[in-house]
């Protein structure tokens, strides 16, 4: 790599690495974020879904029938947004009415 090259990919990782902690600095908002879909490789090892009342409550590890991800722990943003982040899939965001196999009762 030419000292010119080797100078500009420098620069270039400088301006991403901020730009990344400047995004994490902040609360993600789930209008940033692109929905996770359920053909996702982490979405489908995780048996997500973005309709929870499409999912057997019998199949559930905690079978309570009234699981979505606006009632997880593992939630974050605003209640009453229809898309919200979520910490177990970071950079995405996860439908309210949604649900995956890691549902945890908020405390
Ligand atoms: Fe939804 Fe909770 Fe699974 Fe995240 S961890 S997708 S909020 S059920």
Not at 2 to 16: G, N, P
Not at 59 to 78: E, W, Y
Request: one cysteine or more; aromatic letters at 8%.
């Amino acid at each position: 790599m030419s000292k010119i090259a080797r100078r500009k990919f420098i620069q270039l990782s400088a301006v991403a690495a901020a730009g990344y902690l400047a995004q994490s600095g902040r609360e993600a908002w789930a209008d940033d974020l692109p929905h996770l879909t359920a053909d996702d490789p982490m979405a489908m090892a995780m048996k997500y879904t973005d309709d929870a009342s499409s999912v057997d409550p019998a199949s559930r590890a905690n079978p309570a029938a009234d699981q979505n991800c606006s009632g997880c722990a593992l939630v974050l943003g605003n209640d009453g947004d229809a898309w919200r982040p979520c910490q177990i899939f970071p950079g995405k965001s996860v439908a309210a009415k949604g649900w995956c196999s890691v549902w945890a009762p908020k405390p």
